[in-house]
């Protein structure tokens, strides 16, 4: 095994008892980039030199006995709407082409102060605002979406080009690529992760989180992205506790919620099907399987786009008054609609999700997680990217993805999707597992123990042959 193909835990063991370097596993992951990353495209810049620097620095402190923790000598790859001081910070934008930060987002501060090693900058769709990511593929089937926005950083983890992926989360953009390229990703609480330094789409709706490999590996990096940060307005004063230290406990006598609608109405029946065997696995653990009726969803999808695109366009309102043709068309035309929306209408929709969250909040009563798709169908055609479902309806990636992942940017509760199968055509299906405010632990450890006991095994993709790959991530 190549030190790239290891999880993040493996890594960290091995680094901490010195039977690898940092800089043995940073050169592993930059080899790795080279191989992997042309027909993907995940990386819009390898920092390859600040990255040798950084792991022969780790190395010779942990020679000295100053281990700083699991992520000291951990390459990491960083998406573009973070700021890294002295480093481009484009958030996938002409309109930024020239922005380099003074100072690090408080989470690329608290990586780095961790010891990690930022191996490069990933792909964000242009300032968050979209869930395709265009410039980069899928690593199961290069003509498939990676989903986005954080899509550059889903498709370096799957490839074994990084360790954690920094993404973030306004509508499903965390969620939405690590279910499309078979890994794990975790949105948390709202407020639990400070957003200083992270380039705004929605201010109320924003989420940092990580993506990774495994369950165990996203509770590792939590650990470190998470605490109070006074300089974000949105961040909460909560104590971080020990998000590994329930990982391998017993499940069982945990009640899970299935939902019976929203949940179940247009979804692809290979992902119906998976999600079904994923919560037949929990009830072999001995989880309680409880159906639940999901309130107020027929407001979920309007509240979230009625808060959404004006908070989006009154942020860009400056820049695309000045350099609105150096936006993509996708995105210009989303804030120029979102500029269209009237303060009543955008109040109306706060008052919505007002009620969506009491209600939501109170599912958690009688249960401890609430299980379901993360996505309701697999990665679309990059070259027409939609879906027809049965009844005619034909939805683009925004419509069909954001419905299953918005409740959890709504109500702020935490939302772990994990890979739970393929379709026959061998691309990933995601489970989502969300939880109770600021009960990531709980989320964690019931997405661990499934993971665990449905026996899925990271395995990075192979090199390119003749034109073709054998894809990886995740599988049995």
């Not at 600040?50 to 990491?76: C, D, K, Q």
């Not at 973030?168 to 609480?189: E, H, N, Q, Y």
């Amino acid at each position: 095994m190549q030190p790239f193909e290891l999880t993040l835990a493996a890594a960290a063991q091995q680094i901490r008892a010195k039977a690898l370097s940092p800089v043995e596993l940073t050169e592993s992951v930059l080899a790795r980039i080279e191989v992997v990353d042309p027909p993907i495209n995940a990386f819009s810049k390898v920092t390859a030199e600040l990255a040798t620097a950084a792991a022969a620095r780790a190395e010779g402190e942990i020679a000295a006995g100053r281990y700083r923790g699991p992520l000291h000598g951990i390459p990491v790859g960083v998406k573009e709407i973070y700021d890294m001081a002295g480093v481009p910070s484009t958030s996938s934008s002409r309109v930024r082409a020239h922005h380099i930060p003074r100072d690090d987002s408080a989470v690329v501060a608290a990586l780095l102060a961790a010891g990690a090693v930022v191996v490069g900058r990933t792909h964000s769709h242009e300032f968050a605002f979209g869930v395709v990511t265009p410039q980069t593929r899928n690593p199961w089937r290069p003509d498939r979406i990676a989903g986005g926005s954080s899509g550059g950083s889903a498709a370096a983890v799957a490839v074994g080009a990084c360790f954690v992926g920094l993404g973030s989360d306004t509508a499903g953009s965390i969620r939405i690529p690590a279910s499309l390229c078979g890994i794990v990703g975790l949105k948390p609480t709202y407020g639990r992760v400070s957003r200083t330094g992270v380039t705004t789409l929605a201010w109320s709706l924003d989420h940092a989180g990580p993506l990774t490999r495994t369950v165990e590996d996203a509770a590792l990096a939590m650990q470190v992205m998470a605490g109070h940060d006074p300089r974000d307005p949105g961040s909460v004063d909560v104590a971080v506790p020990d998000f590994s230290a329930g990982l391998g406990r017993d499940v069982a006598g945990m009640t899970a919620g299935v939902p019976v609608n929203f949940f179940t109405e247009r979804v692809d029946p290979e992902v119906r099907n998976a999600v079904e065997a994923a919560c037949a696995r929990l009830a072999d653990l001995g989880v309680r399987l409880r159906e639940v009726r999901l309130p107020l969803t027929d407001e979920v999808v309007a509240a979230q786009f009625g808060i959404l695109q004006p908070e989006a366009a009154s942020y860009h309102r400056q820049m695309l008054s000045e350099h609105g043709d150096l936006y993509t068309d996708d995105v210009r035309r989303a804030l120029r609609s979102g500029a269209s929306v009237l303060a009543t209408d955008y109040l109306a929709a706060q008052r919505m999700r007002a009620s969506i969250r009491q209600e939501w909040h109170g599912l958690f009563d009688d249960i401890d997680v609430l299980i379901t798709p993360t996505v309701p169908v697999a990665a679309m055609d990059a070259s027409k990217p939609e879906v027809t479902w049965p009844d005619g309806l034909c939805e683009g990636p925004a419509d069909a993805y954001i419905r299953f992942s918005a409740p959890a940017n709504l109500t702020g509760l935490p939302a772990l999707s994990v890979p739970c199968g393929f379709t026959g055509a061998g691309l990933p299906i995601g489970l989502q597992v969300m939880g109770r405010p600021f009960d990531e632990s709980t989320v964690l450890r019931v997405g661990h123990a499934y993971q665990a006991a449905a026996g899925w095994a990271t395995t990075p993709i192979s090199a390119p042959r003749s034109g073709r790959r054998r894809c990886a991530g995740l599988r049995r």
